[in-house]
């Protein structure tokens, strides 16, 4: 597959769009995928040739050779990721400059070899946006709100990425479909029902127990032959309703999936790309497939299809060749550092185009080993691979990769524990590892294939749509279900709420763009909290760069209102993370404010040591800084402004507020991490204001099992806050509001019921009369939405911020809306998706929308607006700093103080 170079932003995308499809292009059909059940009999396996060659044996013998024994379980030491620091890993505008903490390196627990090996694949649900059946029987509590639409703001005319489908047809009619004798295989009953296709028409949707019609056949018996056996078969056709068309979502996904194949489209895990017209990126390794997100799903608007442009990246080398480059340089290691860069990540199997997540490595299996079928017939990994795909293994000494199933695929098998065993050979990577995301170089290359400007991405949707109604097949299948789609995007209008003032200490202004970080740094700050016993731990080699870090750390906080007196200055000689802590805990005393921490260079290893020891052997607030970061002298003072911002912030200071008309108001924030390729306990996060211009917090956590998203311990969380809220105020909050992060669509239930009942109850603790209005929303960024503007020339280009949607493209019987509170100057925005799923408040939707987008601009990691509110951004913050660092209760005498920061 060869790519045509780095042609400009969205290149790839724009020649998916506009070239005829290259020939000779692969469009064989995919072979479905077989389970594999092993016999777990080792004496199967067969023996090793005499002079074994290839890279997998040298995978095997090399480790057997280096440790003389079996891998044993254990935990891979983390690494340390580049640009250690205690700031946000974002781009900062307006001299704004990163100092670090970019996405630490995540460490994978090995476990032992699975003692049965098969393979089992589910098919990919229609889309990632479709709609669970749970979710649509959502309860909401929302009192007065029959009305979800606002008015407040000036108008403005919108497009999105929605397109309207129109179904000319009164109902699409449900059958129940059963077989006397029973048919178990799904294939068989399609093929005995399909032999009375001049009974029930060509057009038709089956699963395999429920056929869909456009039409109305009377119920029914019909005799069929089994091909296999020519024994006769009962087919019971049984009609059970007439479905309205905003009721047949799931067929409508189902034929959009034909749709799909008709483009030629390869489906990868739940969305379609095009692997023919890639592109390379050579200098990485890596491959760009431009593809589409598609879902059709009932909206305010009406029946909709949401569409949206995507890439699938993709890594050249195999997972094999990958294994013996680590090989080459680990090589008494190499099963650890193995483990530590394969598990967790996700691989390609282009044979099939499935997806699969490497969970284990079968070091002691490969592909000559043997597996019995479900139909009893034994067969080898080789030969398998040969006859069903037509893939000639080359190397038979390499290890098995092992994909265990997920939650459903277990409750789908009868809890029955099924796992995928993959050949390294045939496997690709896919997505990119942290230390990719860590490169600047590697992500400014993808992102000029990648990044996409509004008008582009409007001009592809619209010749999206010209490439389906060009289309003879697609204009026959959308015909039959009598299914029209418009030819443009859809067009709405929105409003922009008005502009908010920041208010300082002797100053309050309204930015012209939501980016304030020249006034905070020139004024002084809302409340500022005096310097006066701090110590800076260095080594050696940065003794003057500390020494110039102090003398600008005199001049910026003078600007800010800060006094500061000079800190105690510690030299160790040398950089080891032992001499670090030992320093530190001689330094710490009851009256001590704050640990600066100059490390010479990043390391995960270290980090964590003083982090745990100043946030959970200790209760101090600390300060990582890099050296490199204030090693240029021409950005020393801007970097410095910053920092000692920041340090405001961690003693319990206050940088800027707003305008906040609701009085004895709490605002909570909830997000949970996952520490998913370790398989550890996830963290809850739980974040609370404490006074009335919601600038101060008081924070909590919790643990729970491991990818559970639902947290069990708010009770706890949600209790102490409200204590500590009324020991500031001297009375209780009569309403509170939780913006609730992380949550899917298919949980929202869950989170109105379970968590909210959690929530509720710990009223009573305060008094049988105390019951404030509760309000529940939950917030979603990782969503398919766009929203486009347009300019006085006509040309679409993102939203101002504050543009807030509320009708047409939100979700039909739900309190939501869409909030643009960002300002993007790069690629196309994406606006945060707000769910009320329970509010008992008075609030009308304009206080809600103008709320929420007021806390995006609460966030003192960032003088301007941020994605989500203030206090699910920290919450976010919290949960990773435990979760990746810490992972100990931090000590709660830090919990009225913005420490994590």
Same mark, same amino acid.
């Given at each position: 597959?060869?790519?045509?170079?780095?042609?400009?932003?969205?290149?790839?995308?724009?020649?998916?769009?506009?070239?005829?499809?290259?020939?000779?292009?692969?469009?064989?059909?995919?072979?479905?995928?077989?389970?594999?059940?092993?016999?777990?009999?080792?004496?199967?396996?067969?023996?090793?040739?005499?002079?074994?060659?290839?890279?997998?044996?040298?995978? +095997?013998?090399?480790?057997?050779?280096?440790?003389?024994?079996?891998?044993?379980?254990?935990?891979?030491?983390?690494?340390?990721?580049?640009?250690?620091?205690?700031?946000?890993?974002?781009?900062?505008?307006?001299?704004?400059?990163?100092?670090?903490?970019?996405?630490?390196?995540?460490?994978?627990?090995?476990?032992?070899?699975?003692?049965?090996?098969?393979?089992?694949?589910?098919?990919?649900?229609?889309?990632?946006?479709?709609?669970?059946?749970?979710?649509?029987?959502?309860?909401? =509590?929302?009192?007065?709100?029959?009305?979800?639409?606002?008015?407040?703001?000036?108008?403005?005319?919108?497009?999105?990425?929605?397109?309207?489908?129109?179904?000319?047809?009164?109902?699409?009619?449900?059958?129940? #479909?059963?077989?006397?004798?029973?048919?178990?295989?799904?294939?068989?009953?399609?093929?005995?029902?399909?032999?009375?296709?001049?009974?029930?028409?060509?057009?038709?949707?089956?699963?395999?127990?429920?056929?869909?019609?456009?039409?109305?056949?009377?119920?029914?018996?019909?005799?069929?032959?089994?091909?296999?056996?020519?024994?006769?078969?009962?087919?019971?056709?049984?009609?059970?309703?007439?479905?309205?068309?905003?009721?047949?979502?799931?067929?409508?996904?189902?034929?959009?999936?034909?749709?799909?194949?008709?483009?030629?489209?390869?489906?990868?895990?739940?969305?379609?790309?095009?692997?023919?017209?890639?592109?390379?990126?050579?200098?990485?390794?890596?491959?760009?497939?431009?593809? *589409?997100?598609?879902?059709?799903?009932?909206?305010?608007?009406?029946?909709?299809?949401?569409?949206?442009?995507?890439?699938?990246?993709?890594?050249?080398?195999?997972?094999?060749?990958?294994?013996?480059?680590?090989?080459?340089?680990?090589?008494?290691?190499?099963?650890?550092?193995?483990?530590?860069?394969?598990?967790?990540?996700?691989?390609?199997?282009?044979?099939?185009?499935?997806?699969?997540?490497?969970?284990?490595?079968?070091?002691?299996?490969?592909?000559?080993?043997?597996?019995?079928?479900?139909?009893?017939?034994?067969?080898?990994? @080789?030969?398998?691979?040969?006859?069903?795909?037509?893939?000639?293994?080359?190397?038979?000494?390499?290890?098995?990769?092992?994909?265990?199933?997920?939650?459903?695929?277990?409750?789908?098998?009868?809890?029955?524990?099924?796992?995928?065993?993959?050949?390294?050979?045939?496997?690709?990577?896919?997505?990119?590892?942290?230390?990719?995301? +860590?490169?600047?170089?590697?992500?400014?290359?993808?992102?000029?294939?990648?990044?996409?400007?509004?008008?582009?991405?409007?001009?592809?949707?619209?010749?999206?749509?010209?490439?389906? *109604?060009?289309?003879?097949?697609?204009?026959?299948?959308?015909?039959?279900?009598?299914?029209?789609?418009?030819?443009?995007?859809?067009?709405?209008?929105?409003?922009?709420?008005?502009?908010?003032?920041?208010?300082?200490?002797?100053?309050?202004?309204?930015?012209?763009? !939501?980016?304030?970080?020249?006034?905070?740094?020139?004024?002084?700050?809302?409340? +500022? @909290?005096?310097?006066?016993?701090?110590?800076?731990?260095?080594?050696?080699?940065?003794?003057?760069?500390?020494?110039?870090?102090?003398?600008?750390?005199?001049?910026?906080?003078?600007?800010?209102?800060?006094?500061?007196?000079?800190?105690?200055?510690?030299?160790?000689?040398?950089?080891?993370?032992?001499? *670090? %802590?030992?320093?530190?805990?001689?330094?710490?005393?009851?009256?001590?404010?704050?640990?600066?921490?100059?490390? !010479?260079?990043?390391?995960?290893?270290?980090?964590?040591?003083?982090?745990?020891?100043?946030?959970?052997?200790?209760?101090?607030?600390?300060?990582?800084?890099?050296?490199?970061?204030?090693?240029?002298?021409?950005?020393?003072?801007?970097?410095?402004?910053?920092?000692?911002?920041?340090?405001?912030?961690?003693?319990?200071?206050?940088?800027?507020?707003?305008?906040?008309?609701?009085?004895?108001?709490?605002?909570?924030?909830?997000?949970?991490?996952?520490?998913?390729?370790?398989?550890?306990?996830?963290?809850?996060?739980?974040?609370?204001?404490?006074?009335?211009?919601?600038?101060?917090?008081?924070?909590? #956590?919790?643990?729970?099992?491991?990818?559970?998203?639902?947290?069990?311990? %708010?009770?706890?969380?949600?209790?102490? +806050?409200?204590?500590?809220?009324?020991?500031?105020?001297?009375?209780?909050?009569?309403?509170?509001?939780?913006?609730?992060?992380?949550?899917?669509?298919?949980?929202?239930?869950?989170?109105?019921?379970?968590?909210?009942?959690?929530?509720?109850?710990?009223?009573?603790?305060?008094?049988?009369?105390?019951?404030? =209005?509760?309000?529940?929303?939950?917030?979603?960024?990782?969503?398919?939405?766009?929203?486009?503007?347009?300019?006085?020339?006509?040309?679409?280009?993102? !939203?101002?911020?504050?543009?807030? @949607?509320?009708?047409?493209?939100?979700?039909?019987?739900?309190?939501?809306?869409?909030?643009?509170?960002?300002?993007?100057?790069?690629?196309? %925005?994406?606006?945060?998706?707000?769910?009320?799923?329970?509010?008992?408040?008075?609030?009308?939707?304009?206080?809600?929308?103008?709320?929420?987008?007021?806390?995006?601009?609460?966030?003192?990691?960032?003088?301007?607006? #941020?994605? #989500?509110?203030?206090?699910?951004?920290?919450?976010?913050?919290?949960? *990773?700093?435990?979760?990746?660092?810490?992972?100990?209760?931090?000590?709660?005498?830090?919990?009225?103080?913005?420490?994590?920061?």
């Amino acid at each position: 597959m060869s790519g045509f170079g780095r042609g400009g932003r969205g290149a790839a995308l724009l020649k998916l769009l506009d070239e005829p499809r290259r020939p000779g292009a692969s469009s064989s059909p995919r072979p479905e995928p077989v389970k594999f059940h092993s016999n777990g009999d080792s004496s199967r396996v067969g023996p090793v040739p005499s002079r074994p060659k290839g890279r997998g044996f040298m995978l +095997a013998a090399l480790g057997q050779q280096l440790t003389g024994k079996e891998e044993s379980n254990g935990v891979s030491e983390p690494r340390m990721p580049s640009g250690k620091g205690d700031f946000e890993p974002k781009s900062y505008g307006r001299g704004f400059s990163p100092i670090g903490e970019s996405q630490l390196s995540r460490v994978s627990e090995r476990h032992s070899p699975p003692q049965g090996v098969t393979s089992k694949q589910s098919p990919p649900p229609s889309s990632e946006t479709a709609v669970d059946e749970q979710m649509k029987k959502i309860h909401i =509590s929302i009192e007065n709100k029959e009305n979800k639409i606002g008015t407040c703001g000036t108008r403005v005319e919108l497009s999105a990425n929605y397109i309207h489908l129109r179904c000319e047809t009164d109902a699409v009619y449900q059958y129940a #479909v059963s077989y006397e004798p029973q048919i178990d295989s799904r294939n068989m009953r399609a093929h005995l029902l399909y032999q009375h296709s001049d009974v029930i028409g060509s057009v038709r949707a089956f699963d395999g127990a429920t056929l869909y019609l456009p039409i109305k056949v009377q119920s029914q018996v019909f005799k069929s032959i089994r091909p296999t056996d020519k024994v006769d078969v009962m087919v019971n056709l049984k009609l059970v309703k007439e479905l309205p068309p905003e009721a047949c979502i799931s067929v409508y996904n189902v034929i959009f999936r034909r749709v799909m194949d008709k483009l030629k489209l390869k489906q990868v895990g739940r969305h379609y790309f095009d692997p023919s017209r890639s592109v390379e990126v050579p200098q990485h390794k890596l491959q760009i497939w431009p593809g *589409y997100i598609t879902a059709i799903n009932e909206y305010d608007g009406g029946l909709m299809l949401q569409t949206d442009m995507s890439h699938k990246v993709l890594c050249y080398e195999t997972v094999l060749e990958s294994m013996t480059t680590i090989i080459q340089h680990s090589q008494r290691n190499f099963r650890e550092v193995c483990t530590r860069e394969l598990i967790g990540s996700v691989v390609l199997t282009r044979y099939n185009n499935k997806t699969y997540r490497i969970d284990d490595i079968a070091w002691d299996k490969n592909p000559k080993c043997t597996f019995t079928l479900h139909n009893g017939q034994e067969t080898s990994f @080789v030969d398998y691979y040969r006859r069903s795909y037509n893939k000639e293994i080359k190397d038979l000494n390499q290890p098995l990769l092992i994909s265990r199933p997920k939650k459903k695929d277990k409750n789908r098998n009868q809890g029955q524990e099924e796992v995928i065993c993959l050949i390294p050979e045939l496997s690709y990577r896919t997505g990119l590892t942290d230390a990719m995301r +860590a490169d600047f170089r590697v992500m400014k290359d993808l992102a000029t294939h990648t990044r996409i400007t509004p008008n582009q991405r409007h001009f592809g949707l619209t010749k999206f749509v010209e490439r389906l *109604y060009g289309n003879p097949e697609i204009l026959e299948e959308l015909q039959k279900w009598n299914i029209r789609l418009d030819k443009t995007p859809i067009r709405l209008e929105g409003r922009i709420l008005p502009k908010e003032k920041i208010h300082l200490r002797g100053k309050a202004f309204i930015p012209p763009i !939501p980016d304030w970080g020249r006034e905070v740094c020139r004024e002084k700050v809302i409340s +500022a @909290v005096d310097l006066t016993d701090w110590v800076v731990v260095f080594s050696r080699r940065d003794a003057q760069r500390t020494t110039d870090f102090i003398q600008m750390m005199f001049q910026v906080t003078r600007q800010m209102g800060i006094n500061m007196s000079d800190p105690v200055r510690l030299e160790i000689p040398d950089d080891r993370t032992e001499s *670090y %802590l030992r320093v530190i805990r001689d330094a710490i005393n009851p009256r001590l404010q704050l640990v600066v921490i100059i490390f !010479p260079t990043s390391r995960d290893d270290r980090y964590n040591a003083v982090k745990k020891l100043c946030c959970y052997e200790s209760a101090v607030p600390s300060q990582v800084i890099i050296s490199k970061t204030i090693g240029q002298a021409n950005k020393l003072r801007s970097v410095v402004q910053k920092i000692a911002l920041q340090i405001n912030c961690k003693l319990g200071g206050e940088l800027w507020s707003l305008d906040i008309p609701l009085k004895r108001l709490m605002v909570v924030g909830i997000d949970v991490y996952h520490d998913s390729p370790r398989n550890k306990k996830s963290i809850g996060a739980f974040v609370a204001s404490t006074n009335n211009l919601l600038t101060r917090w008081y924070s909590r #956590v919790c643990f729970q099992m491991p990818h559970q998203e639902l947290i069990d311990g %708010l009770r706890l969380c949600f209790l102490a +806050a409200i204590k500590k809220y009324a020991e500031l105020n001297h009375a209780l909050p009569e309403k509170i509001i939780i913006f609730r992060d992380g949550v899917g669509d298919g949980q929202l239930s869950m989170v109105a019921d379970y968590e909210q009942k959690q929530l509720s109850e710990c009223f009573a603790s305060f008094g049988a009369n105390y019951n404030p =209005s509760l309000a529940i929303v939950v917030v979603q960024k990782r969503i398919n939405t766009r929203i486009l503007g347009t300019d006085h020339t006509g040309q679409m280009t993102n !939203p101002a911020p504050g543009v807030v @949607v509320d009708h047409s493209i939100t979700r039909k019987g739900w309190y939501d809306f869409f909030l643009v509170s960002q300002h993007v100057r790069q690629g196309t %925005l994406t606006p945060t998706h707000y769910v009320v799923v329970h509010d008992k408040t008075t609030l009308k939707p304009d206080h809600m929308q103008r709320l929420a987008y007021k806390l995006t601009h609460l966030y003192y990691n960032w003088p301007g607006t #941020v994605r #989500v509110p203030a206090p699910c951004q920290y919450a976010h913050k919290l949960a *990773y700093l435990v979760g990746q660092n810490i992972q100990r209760e931090p000590h709660l005498s830090l919990a009225d103080k913005l420490y994590f920061l």
